[in-house]
């Protein structure tokens, strides 16, 4: 059990590091014209555990926030994520 918890707090600041890194990266060349890290891109990385870094990274740089599948789409990836590493822990510490 423990390991499963160390694991994947692990792998959870890792992908919200690359999340980040990439919403940073995305902001960075908008501004200089630049080509772009496409949009399915930054939402699969929400997807597989970064949301909570790109959600208050599009906050803190204003990147993303006009668009709604990112503002409503990225809260609801991470709820969704919240609901599902809860229930795996739960059911991991029956064990």
Do not use: C
């Amino acid at each position: 059990m423990r390991y499963l918890l160390y694991g994947t707090i692990i792998y959870l600041v890792l992908i919200n590091i690359v999340a980040i890194f990439i919403t940073v990266a995305d902001k960075q060349k908008a501004k200089h014209n630049r080509w772009r890290i496409k949009e399915a891109d930054l939402l699969l990385v929400s997807a597989l555990g970064g949301a909570v870094g790109m959600y208050i990274t599009m906050r803190i740089i204003h990147h993303k926030t006009r668009k709604a599948k990112f503002m409503a789409g990225i809260p609801i990836i991470f709820f969704t994520e919240l609901i599902a590493v809860v229930s795996v822990l739960l059911w991991a510490s029956r064990i």
